[in-house]
């Protein structure tokens, strides 16, 4: 028998989380599934919460681009404030020329009025003074006359006079149209300044509302904002935790797989010691296969009949043959192709009863599978060495004679086989 070689305790260190996922006795199993378990939930909440954080990192980052946004328009909503001021105050000193222009125009309109008084208490004079005289009128005058020269002395006299009368009622007309026209003229002027200045307090009243609702916006954001980093806050230190926590799960994981490692070499020994025991009641029809040297050797002895790759089923169809068959007599002993541990041992559809064996070389994992075995020699956990026997060469699931059919998986076994590949390159018939 060969002995157990350091490489094979490497080989049961690297398969021991592999035998995880198969039906490994539950003594062994248990404590460290539920490490698995717990791991994986762990990782699966730490995502969680990762793709939380880069959420909230994503909804601050919108929030402070909004921000940012409303501010550009603050800035040029103080802008337009500022020159909406500049045009008020323009308006307003407008105002004040007027409101001066006004005062020199009352002063004006009072001397009018001096002026108008004066020559209304002119014109009453001498209406007085006519009816003081009596009935007496230009005409009496005129007619008054001692002589010729008398009378164009009066008459001249007396024309002085009308259009003396005539000039001052001609001024009080012009100086009354005068004022009326300076009035309507400022009035109307006062209140176009005045209609311009409401116009522009109201638009100044506008954009402050405005400014209003931007700073009332920008606080809400600003409060949304500082509600989101707390979140953040929140989730952060609930990831740490989580990671903290992960890596106490990783260190017992890590500790319990190594006691797993240390029963399974004590097991291997046990098998080695009871190797000759085991294999002296096996019943067989043939003799165990000469074992190669390296790494890998024949599966079992007998005939070549079947090779890998594509071949016929019928007269228009093919199939994929995924391995080799051998073919001998039922009860063939059947070996380990490389040094690996007892993956699974069972029935499985098509392949009747089949041993998938788990291998790691040279720091490559490999799955040999064992099919249409007609009866085990291993059960799921055993450590085999390459050309222990793990079973009997069998007719089981869709098999036409007593062969045993062989493959070799790059990987894990799955269920598609797609990591299936030809078994010569590893072994020699």
Request: net charge positive.
């Amino acid at each position: 028998m060969k002995k157990l070689t350091t490489r094979s305790f490497k080989i049961i260190a690297v398969l021991l989380a592999l035998i995880l996922f198969i039906q490994m006795p539950a003594a062994y199993a248990a404590s460290l599934s539920e490490l698995k378990k717990e791991r994986s939930q762990l990782e699966a909440e730490k995502k969680m919460l990762n793709k939380s954080l880069e959420q909230k990192t994503n909804e601050i980052q919108t929030n402070q681009n909004r921000q940012q946004k409303i501010i550009s328009q603050l800035e040029q909503i103080g802008a337009k404030i500022n020159a909406k001021n500049q045009e008020i105050e323009v308006v307003e000193l407008d105002i004040e020329i007027a409101n001066e222009e006004i005062s020199i125009l009352e002063d004006e309109i009072k001397e009018l009025q001096d002026k108008i008084k004066k020559r209304d208490e002119l014109l009453r004079e001498r209406a007085r003074a006519i009816q003081s005289s009596g009935t007496v009128s230009y005409l009496d005058v005129l007619l008054g006359a001692n002589s010729f020269v008398d009378f164009i002395d009066r008459f001249s006299a007396v024309s002085t006079l009308m259009d003396a009368d005539r000039q001052i009622m001609r001024e009080q007309k012009e100086d009354q149209e005068k004022l009326e026209v300076q009035k309507v003229e400022l009035l109307k002027k006062k209140e176009n300044l005045e209609a311009n200045k409401a116009k522009l307090q109201k638009l100044m009243a506008s954009l402050k509302e405005q400014k209003r609702e931007k700073n009332q916006l920008v606080a809400e954001l600003e409060k949304e904002e500082a509600k989101l980093r707390a979140q953040k806050t929140s989730l952060k230190e609930e990831y740490d935790d989580k990671v903290e926590l992960s890596k106490e799960v990783e260190e017992k994981f890590l500790k319990e797989q190594a006691r797993l490692a240390e029963i399974a070499r004590q097991k291997a020994l046990e098998a080695k010691r009871n190797k000759k025991k085991n294999n002296s009641n096996v019943s067989s029809s043939g003799n165990l296969p000469t074992v190669a040297a390296g790494t890998w050797t024949r599966p079992a002895a007998g005939r070549f009949t079947s090779g890998f790759g594509s071949r016929d089923i019928g007269p228009i169809g093919s199939k994929n043959h995924l391995g080799i068959d051998i073919a001998n007599s039922i009860g063939t002993p059947v070996v380990a192709a490389a040094d690996g541990v007892v993956s699974y041992a069972g029935t499985m559809n098509g392949y009747g009863n089949v041993v998938m064996v788990t291998h790691s070389i040279e720091g490559q994992i490999f799955t040999t599978t064992y099919a249409h075995l007609s009866g085990f020699n291993s059960s799921v956990g055993d450590v085999v060495s390459k050309g222990q026997q793990i079973a009997r060469l069998g007719n089981t699931g869709n098999s036409t004679g007593p062969h045993l059919h062989f493959e070799i998986h790059v990987g894990e076994w799955n269920g598609s086989r797609s990591n299936a590949v030809n078994p010569l390159r590893y072994i020699s018939l």
